[in-house]
């Protein structure tokens, strides 16, 4: 079963606004990771953020985590025609040798 | 290698008929996942190695699935009678530590067509 559902499902902006998704999870967690994936093939790590953390940054990316309520949002500022992707969340739940769990993603197209 | 390897990148293949699929992980890299993922949809689990433990088989849709990790490194993902339902892109990763402490590097998967 799927842990982390990600909404929007779709998203669709205009090349230097800031695009944000958000990620709930239905567990508690060890870590949440953000992937981003082009073209239904392999994907690729942004960022973890660790349970005990709230914020993380690097470079155009925020990544924000609320254990309380189960969530995570990912924020791209100034986004590029270039981050056309689609960008899932990923869970591993505490408590043991767990595997990492997807969502269904968030489509963002980025318009030039 | 420099990165995971997935073979082959595609395959189209009769119904009925039996698949493997390999990954080689990235070296030292103890844990290892398959996943499958259909058109425009999310990546749904199937099973998961770490290590010596037993392989976490628990995400495997029906017994005409199975996969093994050979000395600690490449794994076969077999189906078996394929069905038409079967087809998607079946992804591997690889990471070296425990799950979720570190980041997962992916394959860039096989598209698997049953025709």
């Known amino acids: 079963s799927q842990q982390g559902e990600e909404d929007p499902q779709a998203l669709s902006i205009q090349e230097g606004e800031n695009a944000t998704m958000n990620c709930s999870y239905k567990?508690?967690?060890?870590?949440l990771q953000w992937y981003r994936q082009n073209s239904g093939r392999g994907l690729v790590h942004l960022i973890l953020?660790?349970?005990?953390?709230r914020e993380k940054h690097s470079g155009r990316l925020r990544v924000t985590l609320d254990t309380s309520k189960k969530s995570s949002s990912l924020l791209i500022t100034a986004s590029r025609a270039a981050d056309t992707a689609s960008y899932f969340c990923?869970?591993?739940?505490?408590?043991?040798?767990?595997?990492?769990?997807f969502g269904k993603g968030t489509r963002l197209s980025v318009i030039a | 290698g420099a990165g995971v390897s997935q073979s082959p990148s595609n395959k189209v293949t009769e119904k009925g008929k039996d698949v493997e699929l390999r990954c080689d992980p990235i070296?030292?890299?103890?844990?290892l996942y398959w996943y499958r993922q259909s058109l425009g949809q999310g990546l749904e689990f199937l099973i998961y190695?770490?290590?010596?433990?037993?392989?976490?088989k628990s995400g495997l849709p029906s017994d005409r699935f199975s996969a093994e990790r050979t000395g600690g490194s490449v794994s076969t993902l077999t189906i078996q009678r394929t069905q038409q339902e079967d087809s998607a892109v079946y992804l591997c990763?690889?990471?070296?530590?425990?799950?979720?402490?570190?980041?997962?590097?992916f394959g860039q998967g096989t598209r698997l067509t049953v025709v």
């Open positions: 070296s030292g890299h103890t844990a």
């Open positions: 567990t508690s967690i060890n870590n």
């Open positions: 990763a690889s990471s070296q530590a425990g799950i979720g402490n570190t980041e997962a590097f």
């Open positions: 953020i660790r349970s005990n953390e």
């Open positions: 990923a869970t591993d739940a505490s408590g043991g040798n767990t595997p990492l769990v």
């Open positions: 190695f770490q290590g010596n433990s037993a392989p976490d």
